[in-house]
């Protein structure tokens, strides 16, 4: 049966991205499927401050949407790394995450440079020139036409609630029909497939292939097909955050930091991102550790004195992912399809990540069976990835303060996988061929059967999004290794020393790089605020 | 226990390859951590072919220090852009290229699809790389003159591997590798089965913590003493000896050298041609189920044309296959005693490479062996099983109906079912890619390699594409008229002529203006010597 008409049931940053994406990637020699989406009025938007990684850039690359009109349009702000702050230690010491490190040739011997030194600079920094240049609340771009070697890569943070819109106008105005109305009921195939939803309004929308786009509530993919969700909440104990906007009008620093800040509190940490009006700060905490008014009064705490009077939203969600996101005619993309908390920004990443592999394996005169199978391998495949990933920022914390901090620390809420990792690292340091078939000595087979019938093997994590870079930011930032470094190399070791290439590239920075919120008043409308 | 002291056992390429690349990898900068030594026999007699390699011989070049043109001028090196495949589909005089570089800057690559879409009147390659026309029209890689920027190509090179396996000697001794010109005939085993020690023929007894074999088919210390077994992979690939000849310019120089690898399809295998700076190396790799000796002979001579009656040829033997585990106790198998895959995509050379860069970036020095030796195994066999995959690959999708080989080789059962997985997978959908981030395919057997269980790991090694991905597979597939029918079927009998991208087009043309043919960038670059013989295009 040839796949010609997609109905997405649900709007939202998910539900918009998949339509324009869709659009453009399968229409675009010449109108081949055609594409609604189905948006209840009903349903509240939620829109929170979004960061961003840098695929994001392939997403707007192939809709074609310019960068200056994506930041103009949905308040963006650049992102050049993570800063991790009393992750280690609670005592405002802070580690990078940055996007761009350089690598030196021909042998990438940054990581065991930094373990034989006394480790008197952050790693990062003798690698990137981002943590320099995110201190210095610098632009990632110049205010002129870039002039000095290879750019900085960076991502954005965003209003998700505009780039929906954006989304929704750019898919709408190329041919995406929009059918404002409320599903109520979905009428079934005698094979079990979904072939239509009925509406409010009075609809019959049929389909060969839905998306579902409805969060949390997977009208589709579980309260009609029955997949079922897989819970991780044994690696990750969140469950729960309390939002607030801090508009620039109650409360302007007097910079946009072009960086997301991620700090940890007594259950949990703070994400802090910046946009055009406003920064958007929201505790993602655990409520088996702390109660609701606790965590409001410590977000407000963090945030200082002007925070005594802002709004703020409690937002609960579950860990996890769909057994089978793709299942029978129906996938599942966002919220619907899986949830991990927004520490390293992937929450949009995974929707997009879909959205792609959507267009990959579109079942154009195919079995679908037969592109399910690849489509559910590779998303199991990345979030799991990316969920031993964030494990990873949990696990090596030395925090002892606070029952939480001591709970992450457990070896049960250590992921297998990342548990083999951490002891082969132990003996070798991190390198690249760690990441292209990651199964190590000690490593449980099999994982919980959870992959399609018939395939018995676990998942292989190949290392496409975190690799050799990201782990040893976060390992080094966590001051891995410390003790078995002196024992191995002895007490007294070499100064740590800042890669000469980095040396000269955060000086010249210095000179070209104009302040972040410079660049967004200048190119991108970023009104003025009078600082606090 | 530390490991201070290596001992490679067997000289020729692999084994200085891994002398010359380790010491440059441990040994670097002040401190020397690891003393390396290297035991050759004068007695074995050196096999010298011409050898192409592929591009990762660069990281190898730069670990070790080696500058460019001081390389090609000491092997005889030249450029390699590209293999030509000739007579694979059919044995008309078709080819088609796989070439190292190509375009790909778009947000989203369409260029397969676009072309499956299309009549194919124009090879796939060629709409979307220059390296086809660059090797058509025998142009080198490089402008001639210093170069200030970047080449846009990638390329390897042909050399000659003994020149090149002195040449790594003479650096490696210089840099203090030691080396002991003597023959192993004994080894001295410790108590707890480790290698203890290597006695030679003069009297010597060779100590080390890590024990390197590089004694080739032979074997000698990871077969003969540890007794890991051959796993054998003749039912994928039939070839199992080559005879080879040397073609002196002297005698007959075509007036040009070409910028690539040239494999021919013949009655019962395939012949290699390598341009070197002073002759062509040619080898004809054949099954010895489907042809003897003398027919073989009489065929690749009848391939050079009349001024190779003369010539003298050599028979080579091989098997193709791995070592269950190339590394077991303080032993490691580098080169043939580790594994071999026939020539048809030049990684020979690589697969001892690759071990020599996992070797040095898995090195044990305080750390126990069997961790370093679990991950080590495991990368190595998956290499090379994505290396065999390969190779099976240009075989099975022949049309070839003149001999039995060709009709033998397209069998089901001569194909891998990993690969016959992906073939069918691909029927459905074509290649793209995400198959090779982890290419498990429905339909693929969940059974565990053998070998691979006794190290605990009971999982059939994934191939992550790490080395052959979806540009080298589209580069024969559809060089073999992959997918003709089914697209017949998918986009109807009438479709129009391939698009070819702008930047492609804008590039060659560049290409054509800037880049001197090859042989006069050898000459004028290496100081290569002129031969007579009248210019003449160069392919077929």
């Not at chain 1, 349009?73 to 800063?83: H, S, V």
């Not at chain 1, 992750?87 to 802070?94: S, V, Y």
Request: charged fraction near 25%.
């Amino acid at each position: 049966m040839a796949t010609k008409r997609i109905l997405i049931v649900g709007g939202g940053s998910s539900g918009w991205m998949s339509a324009a994406y869709l659009d453009a990637a399968l229409n675009h020699a010449g109108r081949a499927v055609d594409i609604a989406v189905l948006e209840s009025p009903d349903v509240p938007r939620i829109g929170v401050g979004e960061a961003t990684i840098p695929s994001i850039h392939h997403v707007l690359a192939v809709i074609g949407i310019d960068e200056h009109a994506f930041m103009r349009r949905t308040e963006g702000t650049f992102k050049q790394a993570i800063k991790f702050v009393n992750w280690l230690h609670d005592r405002g010491e802070g580690y990078y995450h940055a996007f761009h490190r350089y690598t030196p040739t021909p042998i990438d011997d940054a990581g065991p440079r930094w373990l034989m030194s006394d480790r008197s600079i952050p790693f990062m920094e003798t690698i990137s020139p981002q943590p320099r240049l995110c201190e210095w609340n610098l632009a990632p771009q110049m205010l002129g036409p870039w002039d000095f070697g290879p750019k900085l890569t960076y991502a954005f943070h965003m209003n998700a609630l505009l780039f929906a819109d954006h989304l929704c106008e750019i898919a709408t105005s190329r041919g995406v029909a929009h059918h404002r109305d409320h599903m109520t009921d979905v009428v079934m195939h005698e094979n079990g497939d979904i072939a239509a939803v009925n509406t409010r309004g009075g609809q019959r929308l049929e389909a060969d292939l839905f998306i579902d786009c409805t969060g949390f509530a997977s009208l589709l993919i579980e309260q009609q097909l029955g997949v079922r969700w897989i819970d991780y909440s044994q690696w990750l104990l969140c469950d729960r955050a309390i939002v607030m906007p801090v508009p620039y009008d109650v409360h302007y620093p007097g910079f946009v930091r072009p960086y997301t800040q991620a700090t940890a509190l007594s259950a949990g940490w703070v994400w802090d991102i910046p946009l055009h009006s406003r920064r958007g700060v929201g505790y993602v905490h655990s409520s088996a550790f702390v109660s609701e008014e606790e965590a409001e009064r410590e977000l407000r705490a963090y945030e200082g004195a002007h925070a005594e009077r802002l709004s703020t939203r409690v937002v609960h969600f579950k860990v996890g992912m769909r057994e089978r996101a793709w299942f029978r005619n129906c996938i599942a993309i966002g919220l619907s399809g899986g949830f991990l908390e927004p520490l390293e920004s992937t929450g949009l990443y995974l929707s997009d990540l879909a959205a792609v592999m959507l267009a990959e394996h579109f079942p154009w005169h195919a079995d679908m069976d037969v592109m399910s199978y690849r489509y559910n391998r590779i998303l199991a495949n990345r979030f799991r990835e990316v969920l031993d990933f964030i494990n990873l920022h949990y696990c090596l914390t030395r925090r002892i303060d606070t029952p939480f901090w001591r709970e992450v620390q457990q070896p049960d809420r250590v992921n297998d996988r990342l548990q083999a990792k951490l002891d082969f690292w132990r003996m070798r340091p991190v390198s690249a061929i760690d990441f292209q078939d990651q199964f190590l000595p000690g490593q449980r087979d099999p994982l919980p059967a959870s992959g399609p019938p018939g395939d018995l093997r676990s998942p292989i994590d190949t290392g496409k999004l975190f690799t050799r870079s990201s782990y040893e930011a976060i390992l080094y930032g966590m001051d891995f290794m410390r003790e078995e470094c002196r024992d191995r190399f002895g007490q007294h070791l070499p100064p740590t020393a800042v890669h000469r290439r980095i040396v000269t590239r955060v000086a010249l920075a210095r000179q070209k790089l104009p302040p972040h919120d410079v660049w967004l008043k200048r190119r991108v409308g970023m009104p003025n605020y009078a600082r606090h | 226990m530390n490991v201070k002291h290596i001992l490679i056992v067997g000289g020729g390429s692999a084994g200085w390859m891994a002398a010359a690349y380790l010491d440059a990898a441990l040994n670097h900068g002040e401190r020397r951590t690891v003393e390396i030594s290297v035991v050759e026999s004068p007695d074995v007699p050196r096999i010298g072919v011409g050898e192409a390699t592929i591009p990762h011989i660069n990281h190898i070049l730069d670990v070790i220090g080696i500058g460019r043109h001081e390389f090609l001028r000491r092997v005889d090196g030249t450029f390699k852009q590209a293999i030509k495949y000739v007579n694979w589909l059919e044995r008309d005089g078709g080819y088609y290229y796989h070439p190292f570089s190509r375009f790909n800057k778009v947000p989203l690559d369409r260029s397969s699809r676009r072309w499956l879409m299309s009549d194919r009147s124009i090879p796939y390659m060629e709409t979307v790389s220059i390296q086809p026309i660059v090797c058509e029209l025998g142009l080198a890689p490089e402008m001639l003159g210093p170069r200030d920027v970047g080449s846009p190509l990638t390329y390897a090179y042909h050399m000659n591997a003994l020149k090149f396996a002195d040449y790594l000697c003479e650096l490696a001794t210089a840099r203090g590798v030691r080396h002991y010109l003597d023959t192993v005939t004994t080894v001295e085993m410790s108590g707890n089965g480790d290698i203890a020690a290597v006695g030679t023929k003069s009297g010597l007894r060779l100590t080390a913590d890590l024990f390197i074999d590089c004694s080739g088919f032979n074997a000698l210390l990871i077969e003969k003493h540890l007794g890991v077994p051959w796993v054998d992979c003749s039912q994928w690939l039939l070839c199992d000896r080559a005879v080879t000849m040397a073609v002196p310019y002297e005698r007959h120089y075509p007036g040009a050298v070409r910028p690539y690898t040239t494999a021919t399809a013949l009655s019962g295998g395939w012949v290699w041609e390598i341009p070197l700076q002073d002759k062509r190396s040619l080898g004809y790799v054949h099954s010895s189920a489907f042809i003897s000796r003398e027919d073989a002979e009489r065929e690749i001579r009848a391939f050079e044309g009349a001024h190779a009656t003369a010539l003298d040829t050599r028979f080579v033997h091989f098997k193709v296959g791995y070592r269950q585990r190339s590394w077991v106790r303080n032993c490691v198998a580098i080169g043939l005693a580790g594994n071999f895959i026939e020539p048809l995509e030049s990684t020979g050379l690589y697969l001892s490479d690759l071990a020599a860069v996992m070797l040095a970036e898995h090195f044990p020095y305080g750390g126990d062996l069997d961790v370093a030796a679990f991950r080590f195994n495991r990368i190595l066999a998956n290499r090379f099983h994505e290396i065999l995959d390969f190779i099976n690959l240009h075989y099975c999708l022949g049309r070839r109906d003149d001999s039995a080989f060709w009709r033998e080789v397209r069998r089901p059962e001569r194909v891998c079912e990993r690969l016959r997985a992906k073939l069918d997978y691909w029927r459905v959908k074509p290649p793209s890619a995400a198959d090779f981030r982890d290419q498990y395919f429905p339909g693929q057997p969940a059974a565990p390699l053998p070998g691979h269980a006794e190290d605990g790991d009971f999982r059939p090694p994934i191939d992550t594409g790490s080395l052959f991905g979806l540009h080298s597979y589209e580069a024969i597939l559809y060089g073999m008229q992959f997918l003709a029918p089914e697209c017949d079927h998918w986009y109807g009998a009438r479709r129009s002529r391939p698009g070819i991208y702008r930047e492609v087009l804008n590039s060659l043309s560049a290409a054509a203006r800037t880049l001197p043919p090859h042989h006069l960038w050898l000459q004028q670059e290496l100081g290569m010597q002129r031969y007579g013989g009248k210019p003449a295009p160069t392919g077929r």
